[in-house]
Structures are given as structure tokens and as C-alpha cells.
T-cell receptor
Framework: AAGVIQSPRHLIKEKRETATLKCYPI?????VYWYQQGPGQDPQFLIS???????DKGSIPDRFSAQQFSDYHSELNMSSLELGDSALYFC????????????FGQGTRLTVV | AQSVTQLGSHVSVSEGALVLLRCNYS??????LFWYVQYPNQGLQLLLK??????LVKGINGFEAEFKKSETSFHLTKPSAHMSDAAEYFC?????????????FGKGTKLTVNP
């Protein structure tokens, strides 16, 4: 079965650079969530989208923005990168009407040097 | 606002022994509860979930958890640990609020299985 696809799997950027992370949800899923997991930390909710509209917002820095496109894929844009942004970024998708669980991608490991 | 507390950041058991990972939650509405497993440098894999109905939930790999409303707990158990169970386990809660089912995770419990 198709799963949530995230790209790239690994990304190395320098401080003050920008990064774009992509997420392709499971086909027919209409909701996408982004989470950030710092080293040794639990995943923290950043932002979510339902039908291409932002549905909820968590602890996402102003330097970050995200959107969901017409084909339901989502991108997380991160600017003015800081060392503290180094983390594993997860995307998850779900089907709202089913209302049970979100399926997670393998994550993108961002390293800021 | 919901929250999750996992007692014990590290748990060590012998192969074949009982696994018990503790999770307590707080939620203002009936919660949905989840256990996820994360292997090193991997994503989050759902072990099991509780939404409604039967309070004893069976998951993959022989794990199960029981929802106890009176104790606000959702502890994860497995009768006999296997070496392959060594991983980090996260308990999570979600509240369906206006279409957003964001998950709130506990801090995680790292399970070590000794031969």
C-alpha cells in the first residue's frame, strides 16, 4: 500500500540558508500534518492543513511557512535557518471523514551547520 | 489542553520478560489514544489505537493496551519481550476539534531488551 512520502530524506544546510521539505500524502487523504522532532525529543506539532487550508497551528516559528497544494502534497519552507532547527521533520496524513489515525512518513532529517 | 505523561524514560527488560510501558493522559474530552514505535533513524509506526468501544486494544507485534478512564491511563504491555522490540515508544493523545486531529506526544520511553 502507498505510504506517506517525504523528500528529501536527508538535508544539510548552512545557517541563514533556506530549506524546502516536501510531503506527498497517501492517495485520497485530505489532511496533512507537520511535526518536528529534535534530538532525543518527542515530536512537536507544527501545522496542519485540510483541503488546502490551514486547519491548526502549533509551535511553528515565524521563519517557517507551509502550504498544501491542489494535488494535496504539502511543502514546509524554512528560512534563516538556525542550528536549533536541526531535527527530524515528519509529515503525516489522514482522511478526515474516517477520523481515526494519521499515517507518518519516514521523515526528513535536517542538519544545519 | 491535552497532555501525556510517560513514566520512565528508559525501561530495560530481559528477553522473554513482560513489557510494561506506562502512559497517563489528560484530556478535556473523550480522547483518542495511540502508541507509536520508533526504531533508530526511522519514522513513527502505529502499534495500536483506542478511539471508542472495547477498552482492551490489541496491536501489532503482540502488543496490547488497556484504556482505563478512571485512572486516565493507557499502559502498553507485551507478555514476552523479543530482542526486536528494542526501540523508543511514544504514547500520544488527540482530540478531534474542528477537523484538526493533531497529536500530543509523551516524552517517549526507550525500551532495551537484554539477552
Amino acid at each position: 500500500a502507498a505510504g506517506v512520502i517525504q523528500s528529501p530524506r536527508h538535508l544539510i544546510k548552512e545557517k541563514r540558508e533556506t530549506a524546502t521539505l516536501k510531503c506527498y500524502p497517501i492517495p485520497r487523504h485530505d489532511t496533512v500534518y507537520w511535526y518536528q522532532q529534535g534530538p532525543g525529543q518527542d515530536p512537536q506539532f507544527l501545522i496542519s492543513f485540510y483541503e488546502k487550508m490551514q486547519s491548526d497551528k502549533g509551535s511553528i516559528p515565524d521563519r517557517f511557512s507551509a502550504q498544501q497544494f491542489s494535488d494535496y502534497h504539502s511543502e514546509l519552507n524554512m528560512s534563516s535557518l538556525e542550528l536549533g532547527d536541526s531535527a527530524l521533520y515528519f509529515c503525516a496524513s489522514s482522511l478526515r471523514e474516517v477520523n481515526t489515525e494519521a499515517f507518518f512518513g519516514q521523515g526528513t532529517r535536517l542538519t544545519v551547520v | 489542553a491535552q497532555s501525556v505523561t510517560q513514566l520512565g524514560s528508559h525501561v530495560s527488560v530481559s528477553e522473554g520478560a513482560l513489557v510494561l510501558l506506562r502512559c497517563n493522559y489528560s484530556s478535556s474530552v473523550p480522547p483518542y489514544l495511540f502508541w507509536y514505535v520508533q526504531y533508530p533513524n526511522q519514522g513513527l509506526q502505529l502499534l495500536l489505537k483506542y478511539t471508542t468501544g472495547a477498552t482492551l486494544v490489541k496491536g501489532i507485534n503482540g502488543f496490547e493496551a488497556e484504556f482505563k478512564k478512571s485512572e486516565t491511563s493507557f499502559h502498553l504491555t507485551k507478555p514476552s519481550a523479543h530482542m526486536s522490540d528494542a526501540a523508543e515508544y511514544f504514547c500520544a493523545v488527540s482530540e478531534y476539534q474542528g477537523g484538526s486531529e493533531k497529536l500530543v506526544f509523551g516524552k517517549g520511553t526507550k525500551l532495551t531488551v537484554n539477552p
